[in-house]
């Protein structure tokens, strides 16, 4: 196996997991963080009905994710643990609130005080799981304060008003991956409130974008050196990105209906591409590379032994279930 570098092979499966719970959790935690202000209750059945085939397999990604960075890089956990034991512990939280609201609510149909009290679960879980996932982005973006690989900081290092900014900016997004998810696979008056919600959410994504792009290089020397040294190709990203910002604008307009999911979807996929080149190799910043906080290659090779059996199952599976539940979801029609 010393023709294969098993570190950067993991990198690469774990960086494909983590894009792939962005890409397809993100819209069903962006129905949560819209969920208050659907136009009425049967346009929340609608919401909750598009994503409940499906929510609980997104979430596989978030799993193999976290499960391949215990495994084949120890140090990422032994530093990210107690330096962010508070926002993963906020996000966990929410993501089992909404999880349990997406059962509970349907059970509730004739109760209504029950009914309001899970739609607040599900909305509350989805926009803190989110907050909380962009936070820890944010935090990762400003690095870590460690030593010897241990961290050395306090409880609250990762609550700093640049990550508090891309929490938001994190949320909004998912609300624009949501209001575009809804435009595929609504119709009518829902529909049509998910169109007039997406340019003001994708004007907001803008602004944030914006002001994150020149705050990153300043908090982060690193950064700074590769998107103006040598590394002038990285600018790619962020274009590519504001490329398919606006094929969004051009497809609502047009009054599309796939498009501006997919154009949200390359949104994401681009601007996560240019953190990861932005960072790499660093997987602790800024301090540890992949190899640095690499586990044995003797037990690397041993789980990538494993995920290679498991992924093809994984991804045949994920899509059999949108090829299964794809068309539109009505009033009075769900999985349920």
């Not at 870590?144 to 949320?171: H, K, N, R, Y």
């Not at 590769?226 to 609502?252: D, E, K, Q, Y």
């Not at 960072?279 to 690397?300: H, R």
Request: with cysteine; hydrophobic share 55%.
């Amino acid at each position: 196996m010393d023709m294969f570098d098993l570190s950067l092979i993991w990198a690469l499966i774990i960086g494909f997991g983590i894009m792939m719970y962005v890409l397809m959790d993100g819209f069903d935690l962006g129905l949560g963080i819209l969920f208050p202000f659907a136009p009425d209750e049967d346009a929340r059945d609608v919401m909750m009905n598009s994503v409940a085939p499906v929510w609980d397999g997104n979430e596989t990604w978030l799993v193999l994710g976290g499960a391949g960075l215990l495994g084949a890089f120890p140090l990422v956990y032994s530093v990210f643990l107690p330096a962010l034991y508070i926002g993963v512990f906020l996000m966990l939280a929410g993501l089992v609130f909404r999880g349990v609201a997406f059962e509970l609510r349907f059970k509730s149909r004739r109760d209504r005080r029950g009914r309001r009290m899970w739609n607040r679960a599900f909305s509350w879980g989805s926009a803190i799981a989110a907050f909380a996932q962009g936070a820890v982005v944010g935090t990762y973006i400003q690095g870590f304060e460690t030593q010897d690989g241990v961290f050395v900081g306090g409880a609250f290092d990762w609550l700093t008003p640049f990550s508090v900014l891309t929490g938001i900016g994190i949320m909004i997004g998912y609300a624009l991956l949501g209001t575009t998810w809804l435009i595929l696979k609504s119709e009518g008056y829902i529909q049509a409130w998910a169109y007039k919600l997406t340019a003001p959410l994708l004007l907001a994504v803008l602004a944030i974008f914006a002001v994150i792009s020149i705050w990153t290089p300043l908090v982060t020397p690193f950064v700074w050196e590769r998107w103006f040294g040598n590394l002038g190709w990285i600018w790619i990203f962020p274009t590519l990105a504001l490329l398919c910002m606006f094929f969004v604008h051009w497809s609502v307009k047009r009054r599309r209906e796939l498009m501006p999911f997919m154009a949200t979807l390359g949104m994401f996929l681009f601007t996560y591409l240019g953190l990861v080149v932005s960072k790499w190799p660093m997987i602790v910043p800024p301090d540890y590379t992949i190899w640095d906080a690499a586990s044995a290659p003797e037990s690397q090779l041993f789980l990538l032994i494993g995920v290679l059996f498991v992924l093809p199952f994984v991804l045949v599976y994920t899509f059999w279930s949108y090829w299964v539940f794809r068309g539109k979801v009505r009033v009075g029609e769900g999985y349920h």
